[in-house]
């Protein structure tokens, strides 16, 4: 038996490890062992959170996890370990390289290739809610100093991760405003901590309608300081 010779580089199984008739370089060349197929992502324009399976805020490691998902690893890879390094970002595009590491037919192989992701600008549902009026409770600040409690409510709410903490409208009222509040779990939060700093906290419920039996029911908040 003589010494293999890739019929694609001329190369000798001395200088180079083989799969089959080919060198490695020019096996894993003729026969890439991923299929990329273009990957998009959904970008909401509103609040920047996108969409891998669930909305959820903007996270490199869900970025890469949703690439590697969607890259199809050949059959012939055994062992197969997947590494996604994201590049450059723009508003169109995100860019990564990939290193694929496995054994095909009893050769170890490394192999490094580059992508694109394409983002897809839809908006959420948290935003399209928001959009369309949507809210759970209202936060009716009153009393002399109502003021004081109102940056602080904004400031709450903005710094909560709940999709649904959002403020759809501020009705300013004679004597206070009203904050009309996505979720009702927010607005109590906020609530416990004026509590705190000393404001007087009262709770009144209105049903809205039913659903599945149930009723629904909006929540309105008092907070007098
Ligand atoms: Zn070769
Ligand atoms: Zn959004």
Do not use: H
């Given at each position: 038996?003589?010494?293999?010779?890739?019929?694609r580089c001329?190369?000798?199984?001395?200088e180079v490890?083989?799969?089959g008739?080919?060198c490695?370089?020019?096996y894993?060349?003729l026969?890439?062992?991923?299929?990329e197929?273009?990957i998009?992502?959904?970008?909401?324009p509103t609040?920047?959170?996108?969409?891998?399976?669930?909305?959820?805020?903007?996270?490199l490691?869900?970025?890469?996890?949703?690439?590697k998902?969607h890259?199809?690893i050949?059959?012939?890879?055994e062992?197969?370990i997947?590494?996604?390094?994201?590049g450059?970002?723009?508003?169109?595009?995100?860019?990564y390289r990939?290193?694929?590491?496995?054994?095909i037919?009893?050769?170890?192989?490394?192999?490094?290739?580059?992508?694109?992701?394409?983002?897809?600008?839809?908006?959420?549902p948290?935003?399209?809610?928001r959009?369309?009026?949507y809210?759970?409770?209202?936060?009716?600040l009153?009393?002399?100093?109502?003021?004081?409690?109102?940056k602080?409510v904004?400031?709450?709410?903005?710094?909560?991760?709940?999709?649904?903490?959002?403020?759809?409208?501020?009705?300013?009222?004679?004597?206070?405003?009203?904050?009309?509040v996505?979720s009702?779990?927010?607005?109590?939060?906020?609530a416990?901590?004026?509590?705190?700093?000393?404001?007087?906290?009262?709770?009144s419920?209105?049903?809205?309608?039913?659903?599945?039996?149930?009723?629904?029911?909006?929540?309105?908040i008092?907070?007098?300081?």
């Open positions: 038996m003589g010494v293999k010779v890739c019929p001329g190369r000798t199984e001395k490890p083989f799969i008739f080919f490695r370089d020019c894993l060349e026969n890439p062992p991923i299929k197929s273009e998009k992502l959904k970008v909401c609040c920047g959170r996108i969409f891998v399976g669930y909305w959820t805020e903007f996270d490691t869900k970025v890469a996890k949703w690439i998902d890259i199809k050949s059959n012939d890879v062992k197969p997947l590494t996604i390094t994201l450059k970002e723009d508003e169109k595009t995100i860019e990939g290193i694929l590491t496995g054994v037919q009893g050769t170890p192989i490394e192999y490094r290739f580059s992508g694109t992701v394409r983002k897809v600008y839809e908006q959420c948290y935003c399209a809610r959009a369309g009026g809210y759970e409770a209202v936060i009716q009153r009393g002399e100093r109502w003021k004081e409690l109102y602080e904004i400031d709450r709410i903005s710094k909560e991760k709940d999709p649904k903490a959002f403020v759809t409208k501020e009705v300013p009222r004679r004597e206070g405003i009203d904050i009309f996505g009702k779990k927010v607005a109590e939060k906020v416990k901590k004026l509590k705190q700093l000393g404001a007087k906290v009262k709770f419920y209105e049903q809205v309608t039913e659903k599945d039996g149930k009723p629904v029911t909006r929540e309105f008092s907070i007098r300081l």
